[in-house]
């Protein structure tokens, strides 16, 4: 007996991002399946897909955002649903990797949190994930199977050759977003600088005190460049910095906008007059301040969920330069 198989994709979400999870379907030019999720009187999820799962490429969205602890659960109980269903592939897209910045002990008695998400997503019945901009690229490891690693940095790159104009540098606010920035001042042709930033012990970890500027910087419009604004404390201070050394201009670029308290208040008040994101997390009404631009991932993510089915390469979306 012979038989013909024919591949199967079907992409579901969780409650945290479905406006993302049905602009990625309309890219790929199918329908959003139904997952049913409720959620019991006890907190609990619960989920039971409409469809029958047997056999196919199943690829489940779902952003590690607020609440963080909630939509993972969310996530593992539907790829545990997928699994007992007999899907033949699971892929996690995660465009916000959760527990990312716990990615290495950097004091005694810590976890390594990133490393638990990816076990409890393997153990959940995931085969495969894919995120955008992790906080750092090791958090590739800590899964044993396949890892797409994705990256914004073309749409943030377009946005500055259309927008940005003129004479700009391209800052690193700490030592850790020097590469990145590297990247983007060599696309660009444009100047490199870099903040010293460190954070005092003892004043929690979202204190950041600025030394000094690397680079010229004085009467030029500067772009700060980071994988995610958490409560915009690194990146307000940059700003500050950049302003104290003569910049006449500052915007700041990220991939996530996490924007967790106090961020808006500090971006409203800061020096810096734009900032552009992207949709990789939802980003409610209250949070969409005048200077706040955000740009689509959709077509990323379809683009690389296209390539996983179809079993292409994932890297050439990219020009291989999304391996950091």
Request: proline fraction near 4%.
């Amino acid at each position: 007996m012979e038989l013909v198989t024919k591949k199967k994709l079907l992409l579901y979400s969780g409650n945290c991002h479905p406006a993302l999870a049905e602009d990625i379907a309309t890219h790929l030019g199918i329908e959003l399946g139904e997952p049913n999720l409720r959620t019991f009187p006890n907190g609990e999820s619960h989920c039971r897909f409409n469809e029958s799962l047997r056999g196919a490429d199943v690829f489940i969205v779902q952003s590690h955002c607020e609440p963080v602890n909630g939509s993972i659960m969310e996530q593992l109980v539907m790829l545990d649903a997928a699994k007992r269903a007999s899907a033949k592939r699971i892929t996690a897209v995660c465009p916000l990797y959760g527990y990312s910045r716990q990615d290495r002990k950097a004091e005694g008695r810590e976890p390594i949190a990133a490393r638990l998400v990816a076990d409890l997503l393997s153990a959940a019945g995931a085969d495969r994930i894919v995120s955008v901009d992790l906080h750092s690229g090791q958090i590739q490891g800590f899964f044993d199977g396949p890892v797409d690693h994705l990256t914004a940095d073309p749409l943030l790159l377009d946005y500055l050759e259309k927008q940005a104009g003129g004479d700009i540098v391209v800052v690193a606010p700490d030592a850790g977003r020097v590469k990145v920035a590297e990247r983007f001042s060599q696309a660009l042709g444009a100047d490199l600088a870099f903040v010293n930033k460190y954070r005092p012990k003892g004043q929690g970890p979202d204190t950041v005190m600025t030394r000094d500027v690397i680079g010229e910087v004085d009467g030029r419009r500067c772009v700060v460049i980071d994988d995610r604004i958490d409560t915009g404390g690194t990146i307000v201070a940059a700003a500050d910095i950049l302003t104290e050394h003569g910049a006449t201009d500052v915007w700041a670029m990220a991939t996530h906008a996490v924007l967790a308290h106090p961020a808006i208040d500090r971006l409203k008040n800061s020096h810096i007059s734009r900032v552009v994101v992207t949709d990789t997390v939802p980003i409610p009404s209250e949070k969409e301040i005048d200077k706040l631009e955000v740009l689509s991932v959709a077509k990323v993510i379809a683009d690389a969920i296209d390539a996983v089915f179809e079993d292409t390469s994932v890297s050439e979306i990219f020009g291989g330069h999304n391996q950091r």
